[in-house]
């Protein structure tokens, strides 16, 4: 079955500082990955995905992630933190059982420091 | 966007109660409902899937006659958790597929309490 490990449950950056969580996945097929953001008490919203084509991924509040076969890891990155980027991120795997259900990593929580 | 709409927020009940969540996808039709159990500072658990007009798809270990869920319609799924004990207390999380294998919206949960 397809799964994500993220690697480092707590990151601290200064705000300013490039932000890299790391996620990698593990699939005997291609993989559809995911990375999304929760806010405390919220639900998850998407930063980016990845399915096919292009291994570099642009998402939304400048975030980017790379999807590297040969290393089986989409590590997320943002060249410059912002104190709103304190959040929990959150990487997933698309898998085909369960209806096509995402299965989530542990998480990281990122916590951005002035 | 796709919009996905879960209600209550927060809810408190007492113990041997029932409490139903409902999720509704505002504009779209959603094929797949998927419902999540959040535990505090852990990641998102699968409970079930559930499609339209099917019986709910239960993950192992997954009490089916504790979480009832139904998704009688193309724009609503419930979860209902009967006979709650504080066990069951947690973070619910519904998400909704609208077709084909990349678009998945999430509700914005709701925070069960059973005293």
């Known amino acids: 079955a397809q799964s994500v490990t993220q690697l480092g449950s707590h990151v601290s950056v200064s705000e300013g500082a490039l932000v890299l969580l790391r996620c990698n996945y593990s699939?005997?097929?291609?993989?559809?990955l995911f990375w999304y953001v929760q806010y405390p008490n919220q639900g998850l919203q998407l930063l980016l995905k990845?399915?096919?084509?292009?291994?570099l991924v642009k998402g939304i509040n400048g975030f980017e992630a790379e999807f590297k076969k040969s290393e089986t890891s989409f590590h997320l990155t943002k060249p410059s933190a912002h104190m709103s980027d304190a959040a929990e991120y959150f990487c997933a795997v698309q898998y085909g059982g369960s209806g096509y259900a995402l299965n989530f990593g542990k998480g990281t929580s990122l916590l951005v420091t002035p | 966007g796709a919009v996905v709409s879960q209600h209550p927020s927060w809810v408190i009940c007492k113990s041997g109660t029932s409490v139903k969540i409902e999720c509704r996808s505002l504009?779209?039709?959603?094929?797949?409902m998927f419902w999540y159990r959040q535990f505090p500072k852990q990641s998102l658990m699968l409970m079930a899937t559930s499609n339209e007009g099917s019986k709910a798809t239960y993950e192992q270990g997954v009490e089916k006659d504790k979480f009832l869920i139904n998704h009688a319609s193309l724009t609503l799924s419930t979860l209902t958790v009967t006979s709650a004990h504080p066990e069951d207390s947690s973070f619910y999380i519904c998400?909704?597929?609208?077709?084909?294998?990349?678009?998945?919206?999430f509700g914005s949960g709701t925070r069960l309490t059973v005293v």
């Open positions: 998400s909704a597929r609208a077709g084909g294998h990349y678009g998945y919206t």
């Open positions: 699939s005997s097929v291609p993989p559809y």
């Open positions: 504009d779209f039709q959603a094929t797949t």
């Open positions: 990845y399915t096919t084509g292009a291994t």
